[in-house]
């Protein structure tokens, strides 16, 4: 089982990215995918799912309007959209995978935001 995920770097506030997480070794399509992102002495917190084919999705709050997450289970990957970024959303940004008797957690991509 692996998650890979990429996308991460260096970015002026107010520019975008775009994380990728490739699956496999399990039924990604039977997946709930979601991100997660850790600042430095914080805590982990959510950011974004999408569950199934892709019609059903939920961002949290503080990303509202400027993240979007969407997947193409014919390539076993789930995508972050990260648009108008903000110095706070600097974080290790992880891909989680949730299924039925499985709960399986990426290594991270570091996003940097900073002029």
């Known amino acids: 089982v692996q998650l890979v995920e990429s996308g991460g770097g260096l970015v002026q506030p107010g520019g975008s990215l775009r994380l990728s997480c490739t699956a496999s070794?399990?039924?990604?399509?039977?997946?709930?995918m979601s991100w997660y992102r850790q600042a430095p002495g914080k805590e982990r917190e959510w950011v974004a799912s999408?569950?199934?084919?892709?019609?059903?999705?939920h961002v949290a709050d503080s990303v509202k309007g400027r993240f979007t997450i969407s997947r193409v289970n014919a390539n076993n990957t789930v995508y972050l959209q990260m648009n108008s970024l903000k110095p706070e959303d600097t974080a290790v940004y992880y891909c989680?995978?949730?299924?039925?008797?499985?709960?399986?957690w990426g290594q991270g991509t570091q996003v940097t935001v900073s002029s």
């Open positions: 070794g399990f039924t990604f399509s039977s997946s709930a």
């Open positions: 989680r995978a949730v299924g039925p008797g499985y709960d399986y």
């Open positions: 999408i569950y199934g084919y892709g019609p059903i999705t």
